[in-house]
């Protein structure tokens, strides 16, 4: 019998059956209707099917999220009939589930399984998975869970430690990536939100298109080295910063006196920009000499909103430049480490490192102090 044969890709008129199964496989944690229909829809995602050896019965299901812009992509869950179980159904699943991630130019799969579930993971074990992490209190009756990745392209995960920062208001990623990037290269550094308030207000262009300003390359490398570490600046243009998307002549005027201002601190720290892009090559090459870098991207190719957002770039290989993302606010992604070395392969950089029309890019490379 041909397991992989019995497997497709999901139909809408299979939502009343995946609701039946998932009933039948699990007592709590389970998927509803509402998460069924919209994975039915999603370009973002692949749920595949099993249908029963004889007959068009639904007995099992795995369902894979594509992270978007990125070449990583997690198994969100598998289900399979108890009444089929032992027979290598699940791994048939697995499998399949990995052959469509290939399609997808995925590098890692990430997965969680119920730290209790010593069947599942034996199975992932057995499939190559490794552990990553460990998730106390992670499901809904209270038992710990384990994140576990497969690298199923040719590639190595960055050999160093990266210590996550969250970033606690919608405005402040370039603070929270500032003090991961200051918390990877020094033991000591211990990142708060009182210091990430702190660095907002230094490094703030105070005018966005609405709200709180975004924080400028020069102000977050000036906070940079006021701490002590060793900074570069690398921009795109000698245009100011983030100017495009404010209307308002006077907000214009203060966001360019601002801009002039970080400039001026910055030349008395003893630093001046370097006024080129930083290429993929050159950033993999100074992530390889043990340097961290923030770089400033467009999330239009993460979620689809034109905003200039900060990441840290925390290693490279021959294939992947891994970046940390200080915001969490992504469905369906729920742990730290979901949002550690995130996979971007090098041909997608360039794109990703540019915003807005002028296609303006900035990356602050910081070494130890």
Same mark, same amino acid.
């Given at each position: 019998?041909?397991?992989?044969?019995?497997?497709?890709?999901?139909?809408?008129?299979?939502?009343?059956?995946?609701?039946?199964?998932?009933?039948?496989?699990?007592?709590?944690?389970?998927?509803?209707?509402?998460?069924?229909?919209?994975?039915?829809?999603?370009?973002?995602?692949?749920?595949?099917?099993?249908?029963?050896?004889?007959?068009?019965?639904?007995?099992?299901?795995?369902?894979?999220?594509?992270?978007?812009?990125?070449?990583?992509?997690?198994?969100?869950?598998?289900?399979?009939?108890?009444?089929?179980?032992?027979?290598?159904?699940?791994?048939?699943?697995? !499998?399949?589930?990995?052959?469509?991630?290939?399609?997808?130019?995925?590098?890692?799969?990430?997965?969680?399984?119920?730290?209790?579930?010593?069947?599942?993971?034996?199975?992932?074990?057995?499939?190559?998975?490794?552990?990553?992490?460990?998730?106390?209190?992670?499901?809904?009756?209270?038992?710990?869970?384990?994140?576990?990745?497969?690298?199923?392209?040719?590639?190595?995960?960055?050999?160093?430690?990266?210590?996550?920062?969250?970033?606690?208001?919608?405005?402040?990623?370039?603070?929270?990536?500032?003090?991961?990037?200051?918390?990877?290269?020094?033991?000591?550094?211990?990142?708060?939100?009182?210091?990430?308030?702190?660095?907002?207000?230094?490094?703030?262009?105070?005018?966005?298109?609405?709200?709180?300003?975004?924080?400028?390359?020069?102000?977050?490398?000036?906070?940079?080295?006021?701490?002590?570490?060793?900074?570069?600046?690398?921009?795109?243009?000698?245009?100011?910063?983030?100017?495009?998307?404010?209307?308002?002549?006077?907000?214009?005027?203060?966001?360019?006196?601002?801009?002039?201002?970080?400039?001026?601190?910055?030349?008395?720290?003893?630093?001046?920009?370097?006024?080129?892009?930083?290429?993929?090559? !050159?950033?993999?090459?100074?992530?390889?000499?043990?340097?961290?870098?923030?770089?400033?991207?467009?999330?239009?190719?993460?979620?689809?909103?034109?905003?200039?957002?900060?990441?840290?770039?925390?290693?490279?290989?021959?294939?992947?430049?891994?970046?940390?993302?200080?915001?969490?606010?992504?469905?369906?992604?729920?742990?730290?480490?979901?949002?550690?070395?995130?996979?971007?392969?090098?041909? !997608?950089?360039?794109?990703?490192?540019?915003?807005?029309?002028?296609?303006?890019?900035?990356?602050?490379?910081?070494?130890?102090?």
């Amino acid at each position: 019998m041909s397991h992989q044969a019995l497997i497709r890709s999901a139909q809408r008129s299979d939502l009343a059956s995946l609701i039946e199964l998932e009933k039948l496989c699990f007592q709590s944690d389970r998927l509803s209707p509402r998460s069924f229909s919209h994975f039915l829809k999603s370009e973002h995602c692949d749920l595949l099917v099993m249908q029963a050896p004889q007959g068009d019965a639904l007995i099992g299901y795995v369902l894979l999220l594509y992270r978007r812009g990125t070449n990583l992509a997690r198994i969100y869950s598998v289900a399979l009939d108890p009444k089929f179980r032992g027979q290598g159904l699940s791994r048939a699943l697995m !499998q399949a589930a990995e052959e469509r991630a290939l399609e997808h130019r995925v590098a890692f799969l990430r997965l969680e399984v119920s730290a209790e579930n010593r069947v599942a993971k034996q199975l992932y074990d057995s499939l190559r998975f490794h552990k990553i992490a460990e998730l106390a209190g992670y499901y809904e009756d209270g038992s710990d869970g384990i994140r576990m990745e497969k690298r199923i392209r040719p590639a190595k995960r960055p050999g160093r430690e990266t210590t996550y920062y969250a970033q606690t208001t919608p405005f402040s990623c370039g603070p929270a990536s500032l003090m991961m990037a200051m918390a990877s290269l020094t033991e000591s550094y211990e990142p708060d939100r009182n210091e990430e308030l702190r660095i907002w207000r230094e490094a703030t262009t105070i005018y966005m298109t609405s709200g709180h300003g975004g924080c400028s390359p020069v102000g977050l490398a000036n906070s940079a080295l006021r701490r002590g570490y060793g900074a570069q600046l690398y921009l795109g243009s000698t245009e100011t910063p983030f100017i495009e998307s404010v209307r308002d002549a006077k907000k214009r005027e203060v966001i360019e006196l601002v801009h002039q201002q970080y400039l001026n601190d910055l030349t008395e720290l003893g630093v001046e920009p370097i006024y080129e892009p930083l290429s993929a090559e !050159q950033l993999i090459a100074e992530l390889n000499s043990g340097k961290f870098a923030l770089c400033l991207i467009s999330t239009w190719r993460l979620n689809r909103n034109k905003a200039p957002h900060w990441v840290v770039a925390s290693g490279a290989d021959q294939r992947f430049i891994y970046f940390c993302d200080p915001d969490r606010e992504e469905e369906f992604w729920h742990s730290d480490a979901d949002f550690i070395d995130i996979p971007i392969a090098h041909d !997608q950089y360039a794109n990703l490192s540019r915003y807005g029309k002028t296609r303006f890019s900035a990356t602050l490379l910081l070494s130890r102090p």
